[in-house]
């Protein structure tokens, strides 16, 4: 049983009570989290306003210096995060689970590292100098999911230290642990009270509540649900907080008829199965013309039969179980409901313990609850269309406007289908492919300002305009 501290002020701190964090493939109790009281919170908070202005007026080149020291430890320390990865969250160790979440994680802060926040002259002639300058914000709070824990994590801390600000992050209640640890190797790096973490089970206090309506933190950065993040939008009015929101998905997939069936099968599979579909832009639901909708699915289900799921720490699993049963009974009423709509193709009911098995259900109708609402878990349902036209009303008939895919060898066709889906972002013959120089973001319901890349970087900064 592993034990975590809460870093506060770059000290280690326990915290009156415990909670007990499980491994969703066992059951067993992996270890224990500080569960934080709001007077925590404020300790924490705190710490990273006393940090703040040290940390903000350090050179540029120090902060940069100190994020690249933070993708190195990530990278020190991957295979120990990532088996802890493992145990709290479900993914395997292989595949695209805890060492790949743990790749990208370097990945991030590395490129995170080297970007520039240059002041940008607007006028310089006789009439006078204008000057952009970007000055970071104050302290930062960061509210994380279960699904990408740690790749999470680091998408909200580095952007945040690396334009001067300072952090207080909250994990989820399901997978603190990994971030507790992550943090703790993070602060060998960094001053006290620069990155601070708190967790909590959200009964004893609901702590990312507090921090939405927190005087001292000037920005939450969210990743999560829909309702969750609008929770945390009406909160953070009365303090004006800055907001970046990163929230759910219904992406859609549309094969059009040119597709190659065998060709697409691998791809389909990983943009809906990535994480046992627990994955803000996994492809959620698929329209396939339907003079080829048989073959896709039948080249889908052949693809997809061979993929071993089952305990993360087991070095042959591909896909791990649902992480918790408050999504595991979503997923289950989803595809319950769909059985008795559609044809099952495979799978269809709950595994043993969290354990989904990949559900492929054809001939649903799109009113279906399976296709309207955001499954989060390993079961993609499949609408056949007959005119493109209405595979496109039917992708954009949705609050959400996260991720979508075009699938077909005719580029300029797809390209052009692509540029009317109501979407952040879209790719073309894949989906949910991001790198951390590409802004990302959603449209509509699902979230507010952009991740990655420079765009990314300013979501953190205030504008100051200098006239001389
Ligand atoms: P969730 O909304 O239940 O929880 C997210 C976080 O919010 C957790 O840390 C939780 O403790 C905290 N929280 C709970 N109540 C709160 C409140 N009242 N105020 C502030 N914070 C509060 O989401 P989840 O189940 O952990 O994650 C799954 C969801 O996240 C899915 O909808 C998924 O699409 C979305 N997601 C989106 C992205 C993206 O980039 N758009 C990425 C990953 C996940």
Known sequence: MLDFAMTIGGKHVAAAQTFAVHNPATGAV??????????????????????FPGWSSTSDAARKEACAAIAAKLGEHAEEIARLLTLEQGKPLNGLGSRFEMGGAQ?????????????????????????LHRKPLGVVGSITPWNWPVMIAIWHILPALRSGNTVVIKPSPFTPLSTLRAVEVMNEVLPPGVLNVVTSD???????????????????????????????????????????LE????????????ADPHAIAEGLFWGAFINSGQTCAAMKRLYVHHSIVDEVSTALVDFARNIPMGD???????????????????????VADAATKGRVLLGGAPGKGLFFPVTIIADLPNDAALVQEEQFGPALPIIG????????????????????????????????????????????????????????????????????????????????????
């Open 385 to 468: 269309y007959h005119d493109v036209e209405d595979a496109i009303r039917m992708a954009n008939a949705s609050e959400n406007g996260l991720g979508g895919s075009v699938w077909s060898p005719d580029i300029a066709a797809a390209c052009a289908v692509a540029a009317r889906m109501e979407c952040g972002s879209v790719w073309i013959n894949k989906h949910g492919a991001i790198q951390p120089n590409a802004p990302f973001g959603g449209v509509k319901k699902s979230g507010i300002g952009v991740e990655f890349g420079e765009e990314g970087l300013l979501e953190y900064t205030d504008i100051q305009v200098v006239f001389s």
């Open 107 to 131: 990945a991030w802060a590395g490129f995170t590292a080297s970007l520039e926040l240059p002041v940008k002259v607007l006028q310089d002639n006789d009439q006078g100098r204008v000057e």
């Open 247 to 258: 929230m759910g998905g219904n992406d859609a997939g549309i094969v059009l008829p040119d």
């Open 312 to 334: 993360g720490a087991d070095e042959g699993s591909i896909l791990g179980p649902v992480n918790n049963k408050r999504q595991f009974d979503k997923v289950s009423r989803l």
């Open 30 to 51: 992996v270890g224990s989290a500080p569960n934080a009281t709001l007077a925590d919170l404020d300790r924490a908070v705190a710490a990273a306003k006393a940090a």
């Open 202 to 244: 959200d009964q004893l206090a609901n702590i990312g509540a507090a921090m939405a309506v927190h005087p001292d933190i000037r920005k939450i950065v969210f990743t999560g649900s829909c309702a969750t993040g609008e929770k945390v939008m009406m909160s953070a009015a009365a303090t004006m907080k800055r907001l970046t």
